[in-house]
């Protein structure tokens, strides 16, 4: 009987290994994740979670029951030191556990700030895992200062919380605009808007030179344009990188990430990836997703690839985002887009509708779930939307759907 051995307990992990046993794989299956807790969702935390408004056990995605009871071995808490291809092994602490089949879930790392310039003080965090966000939580209280480092999603999604907790606020973004990397100018100037509107101070154009400590703890900071800034604590949204180093160390081809073909096998027929951390064919080129339906599709594929099933896997982007009171819903990929279209509605609703020629290839949806959801269904069967009928916010989206 086969043993099948999955490292790193997040969204994806946990996934793969409960698809195989629904599946019907009867073999011994090893789930390992350097974290001390159950595998657990990790939207909420830089949300409900750091607001006080979840438990930790609503974090959890499953109860442990359901891994005792599907005969899943977790060990958690541990981290893998090394994975051996040729002896198919891999090394915990002092033991070594041998598989038939291994698949790297391991996720991506928070980019941290240099030591050289503040990023070991006392008070600086970043948003990843919950050890992060419970040692950030007790700073975040009415009055204190925050600065924000990075305008991306976690960025904004941070400044909301803090906000809303009665936090001082000042966001620098070294771009030109917030959201530069990920979405149009109209998108970056509802959500400028959003945050100003609730007290935020939005820097643009502005990064961060250095971090001012006394006694070890983080007490101001000094920007690229030469403000000097009382801070009490600082949040760093600068992005992740996919975490590839044991991969790397067991000699897998990387490529942006973790290198795997359509099926999630990587350059080793007995090794898959999974998640954020594997970058897989896309169109005519290759892709990596950092988001949780990508996790959980993925990792259930990966699994039937496993056990024999051959399918490809095909990505239908879609993404989402909690500011204030406002719910982001993103569907497709907006690279490559020459022209944005936007539909209004009532108060803070409204989507803009990226093209790519005459082609619909994303939609960025503002409290406007069903103009996400038809823009989503356009997208995934390949289909477009005249422009004209989106512009105009009396008309029924739906028939576009028939079209």
């Given at each position: 009987m086969s043993h099948i051995v999955v490292i790193g307990a997040g969204q994806a992990g946990s996934s793969l290994v409960a698809k195989l046993r629904k599946d019907g794989f009867e073999g011994d299956i090893t789930l390992i994740g350097a974290e001390p807790h159950l595998p657990y969702q990790r939207p909420p935390l830089s949300k409900a979670y750091l607001l006080g408004e979840m438990e930790l056990e609503r974090l959890f995605l499953r109860p442990e029951s359901f891994y005792a009871d599907?005969?899943?071995?977790?060990?958690?808490?541990?981290?893998?030191?090394?994975i051996d291809p040729k002896a198919k092994t891999v090394t915990v602490g002092d033991e070594v556990i041998s598989?038939?089949?291994?698949?790297?879930?391991?996720?991506s790392d928070p980019r941290y700030l240099p030591a050289s310039i503040g990023g070991d003080l006392q008070g600086v965090h970043v948003v990843r895992d919950l050890a992060h966000i419970d040692e950030m939580?007790?700073?975040?209280?009415?009055?204190?200062?925050?600065?924000?480092?990075?305008?991306?999603?976690?960025?904004?999604e941070a400044a909301a919380v803090c906000a809303k907790r009665g936090v001082k606020v000042t966001l620098v973004?070294?771009?030109?605009?917030?959201?530069?990397?990920?979405?149009?100018?109209?998108?970056?100037?509802?959500?400028?808007?959003?945050?100003?509107?609730?007290?935020?101070?939005?820097?643009e154009g502005v990064g961060l030179d250095r971090l001012i400590g006394e006694n070890g703890k983080v007490v101001g900071a000094v920007l690229t344009d030469g403000t000097e800034i009382e801070v009490d604590f600082v949040v760093?949204?600068?992005?992740?990188?996919?975490?590839?180093?044991?991969?790397?160390?067991?000699?897998?081809?990387?490529?942006?990430?973790?290198?795997?073909?359509?099926?999630?096998?990587?350059?080793?027929?007995?090794?898959?990836?999974?998640?954020?951390?594997?970058?897989?064919?896309?169109g005519a080129g290759r892709i990596r997703l950092e988001s949780v339906p990508n996790a959980i599709d993925q990792g259930e594929i990966v699994?039937?690839?496993?056990?024999?099933?051959?399918?490809?896997?095909?990505?239908?982007?879609?993404?989402?985002?909690?500011?204030?009171?406002?719910?982001?819903?993103?569907?497709?990929?907006?690279?490559?887009?020459?022209?944005?279209?936007?539909r209004q509605g009532e108060g803070q609703t409204v989507s803009f509708w990226y093209y790519k020629g005459d082609q619909l290839i994303a939609v960025d949806a503002m409290n406007d779930p069903r103009a996400y959801m038809v823009g989503k269904r356009l997208i995934d069967s390949g289909k477009t939307a005249d422009p004209a009928v989106v512009a105009d916010p009396a008309a029924d989206l739906k028939p576009l759907l028939k079209a």
């Amino acid at each position: 009987m086969s043993h099948i051995v999955v490292i790193g307990a997040g969204q994806a992990g946990s996934s793969l290994v409960a698809k195989l046993r629904k599946d019907g794989f009867e073999g011994d299956i090893t789930l390992i994740g350097a974290e001390p807790h159950l595998p657990y969702q990790r939207p909420p935390l830089s949300k409900a979670y750091l607001l006080g408004e979840m438990e930790l056990e609503r974090l959890f995605l499953r109860p442990e029951s359901f891994y005792a009871d599907n005969n899943i071995i977790l060990r958690l808490g541990q981290r893998v030191t090394a994975i051996d291809p040729k002896a198919k092994t891999v090394t915990v602490g002092d033991e070594v556990i041998s598989y038939d089949e291994l698949a790297l879930t391991t996720g991506s790392d928070p980019r941290y700030l240099p030591a050289s310039i503040g990023g070991d003080l006392q008070g600086v965090h970043v948003v990843r895992d919950l050890a992060h966000i419970d040692e950030m939580e007790p700073r975040v209280t009415e009055g204190a200062r925050a600065l924000i480092v990075g305008g991306g999603y976690i960025g904004l999604e941070a400044a909301a919380v803090c906000a809303k907790r009665g936090v001082k606020v000042t966001l620098v973004e070294m771009a030109e605009r917030i959201l530069q990397r990920v979405a149009a100018k109209e998108t970056s100037d509802y959500f400028r808007a959003l945050h100003t509107g609730h007290g935020a101070n939005i820097r643009e154009g502005v990064g961060l030179d250095r971090l001012i400590g006394e006694n070890g703890k983080v007490v101001g900071a000094v920007l690229t344009d030469g403000t000097e800034i009382e801070v009490d604590f600082v949040v760093v949204g600068v992005g992740i990188a996919p975490s590839t180093q044991l991969a790397e160390l067991a000699g897998l081809e990387l490529d942006n990430g973790i290198k795997t073909d359509a099926h999630g096998r990587t350059s080793d027929p007995s090794i898959w990836a999974a998640g954020d951390c594997a970058s897989f064919p896309h169109g005519a080129g290759r892709i990596r997703l950092e988001s949780v339906p990508n996790a959980i599709d993925q990792g259930e594929i990966v699994a039937q690839n496993m056990l024999g099933a051959a399918k490809d896997y095909t990505a239908t982007p879609w993404f989402w985002s909690d500011q204030y009171d406002v719910k982001l819903q993103i569907a497709g990929l907006n690279t490559g887009y020459d022209q944005v279209v936007t539909r209004q509605g009532e108060g803070q609703t409204v989507s803009f509708w990226y093209y790519k020629g005459d082609q619909l290839i994303a939609v960025d949806a503002m409290n406007d779930p069903r103009a996400y959801m038809v823009g989503k269904r356009l997208i995934d069967s390949g289909k477009t939307a005249d422009p004209a009928v989106v512009a105009d916010p009396a008309a029924d989206l739906k028939p576009l759907l028939k079209a």
